[in-house]
């Protein structure tokens, strides 16, 4: 190796070296004379000089290895700061985590605790307040007369009878519609039922209909309906055989008769003594002409109120009796489809003590009966009994009244 150092003139030339004055010779030497030379420098010639034992070498390698120290020292330096900054994303990343987690906790979480489930649970309660007003309305009445307990010709479900036919209006219109169709829900009767079934907590699909006769229907024995409405009026008399249940309807007995019979006209009883009278077996109508009307003539009875308007069609009577709702169905219905025209000659007045009152018919000691009372009074007391009368039985025009 090398001394790369440049000589300073001062020191005078190197040790071992021969140098030349200034335009002449090295010292010793001959010139051009031949005489002997200085011998080359060991290595031969072109060989750089011997360092000096106390020279730059062992410098130059106290250097070296400071360097490599300081060298190992940056080098550590930087590991050491890289760890520090691993470490800082380490803490950062807890930290986050520590700052991310309960937000999460805090502000979702308690948010969709707080804001969406009660909102679901006070919607939830809503719904069951609306199920369980629902439910009371078609729970019935509950305790002995809840639908399990009732007395019932077919568990869970309402067995009523009507007639065979049954005629507007207490079942289906005067137009025609819905004619001797229970189920419609038309027709005074029709509709009374449906809504006492409500009441009682039974369901439309839960009503059933079945046919009987009118007198057998009041007669002794067993029945093949739970109770049958068909304008039965209640009497001492029927109440032997049958139960009732508190009445439905009040009405009035009417006179029916041709157009331009000379009943027309009448305001007493004693106008109708020679008059020619009929209505059906069983009913109050017969009862009224043979306990009030009491004309001189016997009353003629019949099976039911067909074969007495054909009867009136045939001249074979003057007029028949039959209630006031009747008798505006077979005035504008009943009379013209058999080619004639009617007219209602009156309404009884008398006697006003004693009114005709219609109950449904029941087989005796039937626990049913005071059930369907309870409903009844639910009915009267909310106006539905009123609102049925106002829809199926009101019928315009004046109706003169017969007082005694």
């Given at each position: 190796?090398?001394?790369?150092?440049?000589?300073?003139?001062?020191?005078?030339?190197?040790?071992?070296?021969?140098?030349?004055?200034?335009?002449?010779?090295?010292?010793?030497?001959?010139?051009?004379?031949?005489?002997?030379?200085?011998?080359?420098?060991?290595?031969?010639?072109?060989?750089?000089?011997?360092?000096?034992?106390?020279?730059?070498?062992?410098?130059?390698?106290?250097?070296?290895?400071?360097?490599?120290?300081?060298?190992?020292?940056?080098?550590?330096?930087?590991?050491?700061?890289?760890?520090?900054?691993?470490?800082?994303?380490?803490?950062?990343?807890?930290?986050?985590?520590?700052?991310?987690?309960?937000?999460?906790?805090?502000?979702?979480?308690?948010?969709?605790?707080?804001?969406?489930?009660?909102?679901?649970?006070?919607?939830?309660?809503?719904?069951?307040?609306?199920?369980?007003?629902?439910?009371?309305?078609?729970?019935?009445?509950?305790?002995?007369?809840?639908?399990?307990?009732?007395?019932?010709?077919?568990?869970?479900?309402?067995?009523?009878?009507?007639?065979?036919?049954?005629?507007?209006?207490?079942?289906?219109?005067?137009?025609?519609?819905?004619?001797?169709?229970?189920?419609?829900?038309?027709?005074?009767?029709?509709?009374?039922?449906?809504?006492?079934?409500?009441?009682?907590?039974?369901?439309?699909?839960?009503?059933?209909?079945?046919?009987?006769?009118?007198?057998?229907?009041?007669?002794?024995?067993?029945?093949?309906?739970?109770?049958?409405?068909?304008?039965?009026?209640?009497?001492?008399?029927?109440?032997?055989?049958?139960?009732?249940?508190?009445?439905?309807?009040?009405?009035?007995?009417?006179?029916?008769?041709?157009?331009?019979?000379?009943?027309?006209?009448?305001?007493?009883?004693?106008?109708?003594?020679?008059?020619?009278?009929?209505?059906?077996?069983?009913?109050?109508?017969?009862?009224?002409?043979?306990?009030?009307?009491?004309?001189?003539?016997?009353?003629?009875?019949y099976d039911d109120n067909i074969d007495a308007i054909a009867a009136l069609v045939?001249?074979?009577?003057?007029?028949?009796?039959?209630?006031?709702?009747?008798?505006?169905?077979?005035?504008?219905?009943?009379?013209?489809?058999?080619?004639?025209?009617?007219?209602?000659?009156?309404?009884?007045?008398?006697?006003?003590?004693?009114?005709?009152?219609?109950?449904?018919?029941?087989?005796?000691?039937?626990?049913?009966?005071?059930?369907?009372?309870?409903?009844?009074?639910?009915?009267?007391?909310?106006?539905?009994?009123?609102?049925?009368?106002?829809?199926?039985?009101?019928?315009?025009?004046?109706?003169?009244?017969?007082?005694?």
């Amino acid at each position: 190796m090398t001394d790369d150092r440049i000589p300073d003139p001062a020191d005078g030339p190197p040790e071992g070296s021969s140098v030349t004055p200034e335009g002449g010779t090295p010292e010793g030497a001959a010139g051009n004379t031949g005489g002997p030379t200085t011998p080359p420098p060991p290595g031969g010639p072109g060989a750089p000089p011997p360092v000096s034992p106390n020279g730059g070498s062992s410098n130059r390698t106290m250097w070296i290895g400071l360097g490599v120290v300081l060298l190992i020292a940056v080098v550590a330096l930087i590991a050491a700061l890289a760890n520090q900054s691993d470490d800082d994303e380490v803490d950062i990343a807890i930290q986050d985590t520590t700052t991310e987690a309960p937000e999460d906790t805090t502000t979702e979480a308690p948010e969709d605790t707080t804001t969406e489930a009660p909102e679901e649970t006070t919607t939830t309660a809503a719904e069951t307040t609306t199920t369980v007003a629902e439910t009371t309305t078609t729970a019935g009445l509950g305790g002995t007369c809840a639908i399990e307990n009732l007395a019932l010709l077919q568990p869970g479900v309402l067995t009523v009878a009507t007639g065979e036919p049954a005629f507007p209006p207490w079942v289906g219109l005067t137009d025609g519609t819905n004619f001797d169709v229970p189920e419609s829900q038309t027709g005074f009767e029709s509709a009374l039922v449906y809504e006492l079934a409500g009441v009682l907590g039974f369901a439309d699909d839960q009503v059933t209909w079945v046919r009987t006769g009118f007198d057998e229907a009041i007669a002794p024995g067993p029945k093949n309906f739970d109770f049958n409405l068909q304008q039965f009026s209640i009497t001492p008399q029927r109440e032997e055989a049958v139960d009732f249940s508190d009445p439905y309807y009040e009405t009035k007995q009417s006179l029916v008769a041709l157009a331009g019979s000379p009943l027309l006209g009448s305001t007493t009883l004693a106008d109708l003594a020679d008059a020619g009278l009929g209505a059906q077996i069983g009913t109050t109508s017969l009862d009224f002409i043979e306990e009030v009307i009491q004309p001189n003539e016997a009353a003629s009875v019949y099976d039911d109120n067909i074969d007495a308007i054909a009867a009136l069609v045939a001249g074979q009577v003057d007029g028949i009796v039959v209630d006031l709702p009747t008798a505006y169905f077979i005035n504008a219905v009943q009379i013209p489809e058999q080619g004639a025209e009617g007219a209602i000659v009156a309404q009884f007045g008398t006697p006003a003590e004693n009114p005709d009152q219609y109950g449904m018919v029941f087989v005796p000691d039937n626990t049913l009966v005071g059930c369907v009372n309870q409903a009844l009074t639910v009915l009267r007391d909310g106006g539905t009994l009123q609102s049925l009368e106002d829809t199926w039985l009101a019928a315009g025009g004046d109706i003169p009244t017969i007082t005694e």
